[in-house]
């Protein structure tokens, strides 16, 4: 059984910092791209970073980039999300996902399994 598990959400202010962690069970991490989406409060669920089987490639959405960074350790199966000089827009439950292509997806269907979420909260 393939489990997620998010840590490291919380509440800071905004121009602060949080480093989010994904930790993977139950499939062979190191083989599979990782993402990382978000969903606000009334809105839909967005795709915010991207990373691909060995952590050479990345991609992000326009509105976190040069701002936060996604990272992998292979060897202890996880995935971060390093969020820099975060606003009061940041604010949402974030979401790891896993999928079985190895290159970078942008599109939350193509991810088949997902963690539990995060509270991100940023305040003014």
């Known amino acids: 059984q393939v489990q997620l598990v998010e840590a490291g959400g919380g509440l800071v202010q905004a121009g602060g910092s949080l480093r989010l962690s994904c930790a993977v069970s139950?499939?062979?991490?190191?083989?599979?791209?990782m993402g990382w989406f978000r969903q606000a409060p009334g809105k839909e669920r967005e795709f915010v970073a991207a990373?691909?089987?060995?952590?050479?490639?990345?991609n992000y959405a326009d509105s976190v980039k040069g701002r936060f960074t996604i990272s992998r350790d292979n060897a202890k199966n996880t995935v971060y999300l390093q969020m820099n000089s975060l606003k009061p827009e940041d604010t949402a439950v974030y979401y790891c996902?896993?999928?079985?292509?190895?290159?970078?997806?942008?599109?939350?269907?193509?991810?088949?399994?997902w963690g539990q979420g995060t509270q991100v909260t940023v305040s003014s």
């Open positions: 139950g499939r062979t991490f190191s083989t599979y791209a």
């Open positions: 996902a896993t999928t079985i292509w190895a290159t970078i997806r942008e599109e939350a269907h193509d991810y088949d399994y």
């Open positions: 990373i691909n089987w060995s952590g050479v490639s990345t």
